[in-house]
């Protein structure tokens, strides 16, 4: 299976600041990575596929990098509303994994 | 407006089994791959069973294989997790997941809780 290392486990930015959160995956998944928004109490929303698109209706502030094994969701300009949970997914290959997820906190 | 509705959870022995249903609307059902993910209690996400637009083929972790069947009814917009001999550890929210090709799930259920103790 391949093995998603997702970091920082939490995170804690001030308003207006940039944030990156990394993903690592343990072998090519080529591109085949999304990004995932989770609010306390809420289903997961969809933020970027295909390791750099955007999803509709997602903010332009959230970004996505990356290639081979190495990924990074950049957040540029905290707001308040991007408090919560973030996870990655690799669509490479069966089965499906998940990152362990980054929690996300306004300071 | 897509909608995916979850049903059918709840407090079940372990041992025992739960079919879960999952009504779609907003879209064509029958475009699209299907998948069921959990998510326990205060962890992480996890993949359980995808299908693909035809219900010709369908795949699981290991975790589930052989206990799981992900099964659709294209005429009725339905999605269905047929779940056997349940454990403890499948205690979860189970949410219904429509696929962004077949590398992503782009819409997500409210989610349905399922509890298996005794």
């Known amino acids: 299976d391949i093995q998603m290392t997702q970091s920082p486990a939490s995170l804690s930015a001030s308003l207006g600041e940039t944030i990156s959160i990394e993903c690592r995956a343990s072998?090519?998944?080529?591109?085949?990575l999304a990004w995932y928004q989770q609010k306390s109490g809420k289903s997961p929303q969809l933020l970027i596929y295909?390791?750099?698109r955007l999803q509709d209706g997602v903010p332009s502030r959230f970004s996505g990098s990356g290639s081979g094994t190495q990924y990074s969701l950049k957040i540029s300009g905290m707001q308040p509303e991007d408090e919560g949970d973030y996870f990655c997914?690799?669509?490479?290959?069966?089965?499906?994994?998940f990152g362990a997820g980054t929690k996300l906190e306004l300071k | 407006e897509v909608q995916l509705v979850e049903t059918g959870g709840g407090l079940v022995q372990p041992g025992r089994s739960l079919k879960l249903s999952c009504v779609a609307s907003?879209?064509?059902?029958?475009?699209?791959?299907m998948s069921w993910t959990r998510q326990a209690p205060g962890k992480g996400l996890e993949w359980v069973a995808s299908?693909?637009?035809?219900?010709?083929?369908?795949y699981y972790p290991d975790s589930v294989k052989g206990r799981f069947t992900i099964s659709r009814d294209n005429a009725q917009n339905t999605l269905y997790l047929q779940m056997n001999s349940l454990r403890s550890e499948d205690t979860a929210t189970y949410y219904c997941?429509?696929?962004?090709?077949?590398?992503?799930?782009?819409?997500w259920g409210q989610g349905v809780m399922v509890t298996v103790s005794s």
């Open positions: 997914l690799q669509g490479s290959k069966f089965p499906y994994t």
């Open positions: 072998e090519d998944i080529y591109s085949n």
């Open positions: 997941t429509r696929g962004r090709g077949r590398y992503y799930f782009d819409y």
């Open positions: 299908i693909t637009n035809s219900g010709g083929s369908t």
């Open positions: 295909a390791a750099n």
């Open positions: 907003g879209f064509t059902f029958n475009n699209y791959w």
